[in-house]
């Protein structure tokens, strides 16, 4: 059984004429079934029918049992309308509503029932990051898509309507303004981030390739980001044993924080230069609000960042756009530690 195509009238970008805030509709996402009301898995192996129609599997034969898959999500924020791009992708800020076109996926992260990435056989959580570079890499070559992240939602308090264990990845047909403002920061931020980081004893794990650090303004006790230690703006053209090497990390880092924060849900989501070097769709969305010259700044690098919900959003952080933490970075990076 597969599934219908999301209607693609549903799935809309409207804007804020004040702020040029954009906001996704999608209605389908309020239609998420939650754990307690499924009568099976659908993420589970032998399940396989429940969802839609894999686009990635590990191993690919099928003959094979999977380790790990990429399906389209039933509840898409994004909806694909094919390799061009929608009327209405350079309306200003003002035009108010256009339709939501990009790609978005669900990256089912075990065969089996586990709840938590440190269940996960190791085989299944690299096999997972490795289908996350591939299906990148793919879609990096559509001319109609500008960006793409993978993000992932532990615990119901972190947005997680399922228990089993999976992410998302997501790709869409404009260059976020967070990503923008990342870009426009001049200079070399991220060799900076990781000198200081070393100078402050910040640093709380690391590989020959990555390193995790607790960054100099942390929105939540615990925040932790994960950095290449050599300039490469795109996930996807890392190399297989960084993307493995990748995955070992983040389990070392998720394990500390769980040991630091027994049972907290955290957020994380991979952050990485746009597809392509096309000016024109930077600011396909939200133009004016900062220029891209259409190529990452030298030394830019793909980056992953870990927030767990340990502090809630209040009026001051929603109202402001800033945050409150009650643990200063140096005193998580010792938590964090192993020494």
């Given at each position: 059984m597969h599934d219908p195509q999301p209607d693609a009238s549903s799935c809309r970008i409207h804007t804020d004429p004040l702020s040029g805030r954009a906001v996704f509709l999608a209605p389908a996402r309020a239609e998420r079934p939650r754990e307690e009301s499924l009568a099976a898995c659908p993420f589970c192996a032998g399940n396989e029918a429940l969802t839609p129609h894999e686009v990635l599997r590990s191993p690919a034969e099928c003959a094979l049992p999977w380790l790990a898959r990429i399906i389209p999500n039933r509840y898409p924020v994004v909806v694909d309308r094919g390799h061009r791009a929608p009327d209405g992708l350079s309306a200003g800020p003002t035009a108010g509503s256009r339709p939501a076109h990009g790609v978005h996926d669900v990256v089912v992260e075990s065969p089996r029932h586990d709840t938590s990435i440190l269940e996960i056989d190791p085989r299944s959580w690299r096999a997972s990051w490795a289908l996350?570079?591939?299906?990148?890499?793919?879609?990096?070559?559509?001319?109609?898509l500008a960006w793409g992240m993978v993000f992932k939602n532990s615990g119901p308090a972190a947005g997680a309507s399922l228990d089993h264990v999976h992410s998302q990845l997501v790709a869409l047909d404009f260059v976020p303004p967070v990503i923008l403002s990342k870009l426009a920061a001049g200079g070399d931020p991220f060799a900076a981030i990781l000198r200081e980081a070393e100078r402050e004893r910040r640093v709380v794990a690391s590989t020959a390739d990555l390193v995790a650090l607790v960054p100099l303004a942390p929105?939540?006790?615990?925040?932790?980001?994960?950095?290449?230690?050599?300039?490469?703006?795109?996930?996807?053209?890392?190399?297989?044993?960084?993307?493995?090497?990748?995955?070992?990390?983040?389990?070392?880092?998720?394990?500390?924080?769980?040991?630091?924060?027994?049972?907290?849900?955290?957020?994380?989501?991979?952050?990485?230069?746009?597809?392509?070097?096309r000016s024109d769709r930077a600011g396909a969305l939200l133009p004016g609000k900062h220029a891209w010259g259409g190529h990452p700044p030298a030394g830019w690098r793909w980056h992953l960042e870990i927030v767990p919900r340990i502090s809630p959003l209040a009026g001051f952080e929603l109202g402001i756009g800033c945050h409150i933490s009650v643990m200063s970075p140096e005193a998580s990076a010792r938590q964090l530690r192993d020494d």
């Open positions: 996350v570079r591939e299906r990148l890499g793919h879609l990096a070559e559509r001319d109609d929105r939540q006790p615990l925040e932790t980001w994960i950095l290449p230690r050599q300039p490469n703006a795109w996930f996807h053209a890392a190399g297989p044993e960084v993307a493995a090497g990748l995955a070992d990390l983040l389990r070392v880092v998720v394990a500390r924080i769980e040991r630091a924060a027994p049972g907290a849900e955290f957020n994380w989501w991979l952050h990485q230069a746009p597809f392509s070097p």
